[in-house]
């Protein structure tokens, strides 16, 4: 399962809860990803960021720390508008990320 958001070129990706930068990658078809645990044991793949990141590996951030910007660095939909592609990984297996999204509302 993923879950996407469309947002404009530069849009600011802020952590969820309290996180801990595991990995960051660049893949071919999913761009610059940054990978994180969460607290509650859950591995989240932020997806199709620009280059210029916010978190080093291994860095701890607190929620609503800044992670990075969305950017066209995804070629799997280069045609399409940027957007943030979520990955969310329960005992490492897939899950739907809208089950555990906790977004304010403003």
Known sequence: ?????????????????????TEIREDPLWGVMVVVEQDNGLTVEYCGLAKELSVKTGQEIQEGAVIGKTS????AEIVQQPHLHLGVKQGGKWID???????KQE
């Open 72 to 75: 066209d660095t995804c070629q």
């Open 1 to 21: 399962f993923q879950a996407y958001s469309t947002a404009r070129n530069w849009q600011t990706v802020r952590a969820q809860p309290h996180i801990t930068v």
């Open 97 to 103: 990320p809208m089950s555990v999204i906790t977004g």
